[in-house]
């Protein structure tokens, strides 16, 4: 009894809904099969609700409604909430739970799928809105097209004139789409697209301290060398008190070739490392070309812009 009273209460004065316009749902609207007993679950809220619209307090019992809906979803409750938006005058948001609560796959109310939705229907035309085909890429985000959020896109219906729709998603770029709603549908429809793009990272290399450490690299090469070239020194004293015949001559001999050869190598390596620590010390000076990193779910793309014409 409680059901009718409210159901009566509110939809007697739906041909003129209220101007106060309801609060953004903040929670999104997501299409799903209906829970099990949910009408049961929710029956302390929707109780909450009923006695706070039968007291005029319309946008607390929307929130006990579609608290309701979210906790335990239903074509009954989806029906609620559709029906205070209504009372509201938040048609788009209406309209979008009423579609809902058709999908979810058990019984709607008839006072919902009856009256209801003969009256939103009716306003919805009087009102001059818009059937709009709303599709998002990926499928998850979530649409707002200003009073409601939506998990994926559908058709939405929306009041003629200037409005934005936005998508966001975790791990991608929000997406805003500016569009101009004719007074009127065309034989082609409306329809509104949005893809999201993975954020793309603009990085500035700063390649001053890889120089710096290169060069001192090169010295610590160099220093090796000078190090080896005075072993080298040593084991050729060493090797010149005995004559080439001599079996003790070889083994400084030897020892010395060894110092030689990587005292060279010392030198020459460290020569080539410290001469690039100086061109990245020269380019560190100059403006670094920009990097971007784009993140994709199955690669990351690096891309720069190089100008001879700056070097």
Same mark, same amino acid.
């Given at each position: 009894?409680?059901?009718?009273?409210?159901?009566? *209460?509110?939809?007697? /004065? !739906?041909? @003129?809904?209220? &101007? %106060?316009?309801?609060?953004?749902?903040? +929670?999104?609207?997501?299409? $799903? *099969?209906?829970?099990? /007993? !949910?009408? @049961?679950?929710? &029956? %302390?809220?929707?109780?909450?609700?009923? +006695?706070?619209?039968?007291? $005029?307090?319309?946008?607390?019992?929307?929130?006990?409604?579609?608290? %309701?809906?979210?906790?335990?979803?239903? +074509?009954?409750?989806?029906?609620?909430?559709?029906?205070?938006?209504?009372?509201?005058?938040?048609?788009?948001?209406?309209?979008?739970?009423?579609?809902?609560?058709?999908?979810?796959?058990?019984?709607?109310?008839?006072?919902?799928?009856?009256?209801?939705?003969?009256?939103?229907?009716?306003?919805?035309?009087?009102?001059?809105?818009?059937?709009?085909?709303?599709?998002?890429?990926?499928?998850?985000?979530?649409?707002?097209?200003?009073?409601?959020?939506?998990?994926?896109?559908?058709?939405?219906?929306?009041?003629?004139?200037?409005?934005?729709?936005?998508?966001?998603?975790?791990?991608?770029?929000?997406?805003?789409?500016?569009?101009?709603?004719?007074?009127?549908?065309?034989?082609?429809?409306?329809?509104?697209t949005l893809q999201l793009r993975r954020p793309v990272v603009h990085v500035t290399p700063h390649r001053r301290w890889l120089a710096y450490a290169t060069i001192v690299g090169g010295v610590a090469l160099a220093a090796g060398g000078a190090a080896f070239h005075a072993a080298a020194i040593d084991q050729r004293d060493q090797a010149n008190r005995f004559y080439a015949d001599d079996p003790r001559f070889a083994p400084f001999d030897r020892q010395f070739q060894r110092d030689r050869a990587l005292a060279i190598g010392g030198y020459v390596a460290g020569a080539a490392v410290i001469?690039?620590?100086?061109?990245?010390?020269?380019?560190?000076?100059?403006?670094?070309?920009?990097?971007?990193?784009?993140?994709?779910?199955?690669?990351?793309?690096?891309?720069?812009?190089?100008?001879?014409?700056?070097?």
């Amino acid at each position: 009894m409680r059901t009718l009273v409210l159901v009566v *209460a509110i939809v007697a /004065g !739906a041909s @003129a809904p209220a &101007a %106060a316009a309801p609060q953004p749902d903040d +929670a999104p609207l997501a299409d $799903g *099969a209906a829970a099990q /007993g !949910a009408v @049961a679950s929710g &029956a %302390a809220l929707i109780a909450e609700g009923e +006695a706070l619209g039968k007291a $005029g307090k319309y946008e607390v019992a929307l929130a006990r409604f579609r608290e %309701a809906a979210r906790a335990f979803p239903s +074509a009954t409750h989806d029906c609620y909430v559709a029906l205070t938006y209504f009372r509201l005058g938040g048609l788009t948001a209406a309209r979008l739970y009423l579609d809902s609560a058709h999908r979810r796959g058990d019984e709607v109310p008839g006072w919902c799928s009856g009256r209801l939705e003969d009256q939103l229907g009716a306003e919805l035309a009087r009102r001059g809105y818009v059937a709009v085909d709303i599709a998002v890429k990926p499928a998850d985000a979530i649409v707002s097209t200003g009073d409601v959020r939506v998990v994926g896109g559908r058709r939405t219906w929306l009041p003629p004139g200037p409005i934005a729709v936005t998508a966001e998603r975790a791990g991608y770029e929000r997406a805003t789409q500016d569009a101009a709603i004719p007074a009127s549908a065309p034989a082609s429809g409306v329809a509104i697209t949005l893809q999201l793009r993975r954020p793309v990272v603009h990085v500035t290399p700063h390649r001053r301290w890889l120089a710096y450490a290169t060069i001192v690299g090169g010295v610590a090469l160099a220093a090796g060398g000078a190090a080896f070239h005075a072993a080298a020194i040593d084991q050729r004293d060493q090797a010149n008190r005995f004559y080439a015949d001599d079996p003790r001559f070889a083994p400084f001999d030897r020892q010395f070739q060894r110092d030689r050869a990587l005292a060279i190598g010392g030198y020459v390596a460290g020569a080539a490392v410290i001469t690039a620590g100086v061109y990245l010390v020269v380019r560190s000076h100059r403006a670094s070309p920009p990097v971007e990193v784009a993140l994709a779910p199955d690669r990351v793309m690096v891309s720069t812009t190089w100008s001879l014409g700056s070097w």
